[in-house]
């Protein structure tokens, strides 16, 4: 079983940044594709980014390509969303996630494992 952990949201003005922290557990997230998603109010989950824990390569969203950063640090089992120049449409519910691959992520099928979310608003 694995356990996600989000923690990092809050309250910021447009322009800002802020990060995101997801820890993981469990004797075999390391065999995941972690992810990134969101879901604002009334609209559905939608991918954001994701990392392999292994090589580190990183996949975006277009819609934050450029601005959102995904990484990791294998020594404290955690995996990071850096989000920058924040826009009041990043308003969301960020939720953390594990899957086979990035094509699973993407697709936003056969996701094994959610974490509980996190809460970021961006005021105009």
């Known amino acids: 079983q694995v356990q996600l952990v989000e923690s990092g949201g809050g309250l910021v003005q447009a322009g800002a940044s802020l990060r995101l922290s997801c820890v993981a557990s469990?004797?075999?997230?390391?065999?995941?594709?972690m992810g990134w998603f969101r879901q604002a109010p009334g609209k559905e989950r939608e991918f954001v980014a994701g990392i392999s824990w292994s090589s580190g390569s990183t996949y975006y969203a277009d819609s934050v390509q450029g601005r959102f950063t995904a990484s990791r640090d294998n020594a404290k089992n955690t995996v990071y969303l850096e989000m920058s120049n924040l826009r009041p449409e990043d308003t969301a519910v960020y939720y953390c996630?594990?899957?086979?691959?990035?094509?699973?992520?993407?697709?936003?099928?056969?996701?094994?494992?959610w974490g509980q979310g996190t809460q970021v608003t961006v005021s105009s």
């Open positions: 469990g004797p075999t997230f390391g065999s995941y594709v």
């Open positions: 996630a594990a899957a086979p691959g990035f094509g699973q992520l993407v697709r936003k099928i056969d996701i094994h494992y």
